[in-house]
Nanobody, 127 residues
Framework: QVQLVESGGRLVQTGGSLRVSCAAS????????MAWFRQTPGKEREFVAA????????YYSDSVNGRFTISRDNAKNSVYLQMNSLKPEDTAVYYC????????????????????WGQGTQVTVSS
């Protein structure tokens, strides 16, 4: 059974930093793209960042570009999101998503490019 388990979310002050992690089990994603999305109540889940299987290509939403960094460790079947200069509008549940087939999706910012996702981890940024 494939599982993606996010962790590391917590309350942090504006301007602070936080790293959230996602550990996959049940299969390896070392040949597949992975991504982070986030969601707030009443809104659709939105794209945050994506990374190719090798880590050589990364993609970011305009709202986090320059502040967040996505990375991965294929030996640990894990992906990470380092978040710096956090703002109250970054408050959301952060979800890890993974693609089932190898390669980079044509549309890495779209949810339909991914086939697995976790339960999420809550990040709250206080003003």
């Amino acid at each position: 059974q494939v599982q993606l388990v996010e962790s590391g979310g917590r309350l942090v002050q504006t301007g602070g930093s936080l790293r959230v992690s996602c550990a996959a089990s049940g299969r390896t994603f070392s040949s597949s793209a992975m991504a982070w999305f986030r969601q707030t109540p009443g809104k659709e889940r939105e794209f945050v960042a994506a990374i190719s299987w090798s880590g050589g290509s990364t993609y970011y939403s305009d709202s986090v570009n320059g502040r967040f960094t996505i990375s991965r460790d294929n030996a640990k079947n894990s992906v990470y999101l380092q978040m710096n200069s956090l703002k109250p509008e970054d408050t959301a549940v952060y979800y890890c998503e993974a693609r089932s087939i190898p390669g980079i999706p044509a549309l890495p910012a779209r949810r339909f490019s991914y086939d697995y996702w976790g339960q999420g981890t809550q990040v709250t940024v206080s003003s």
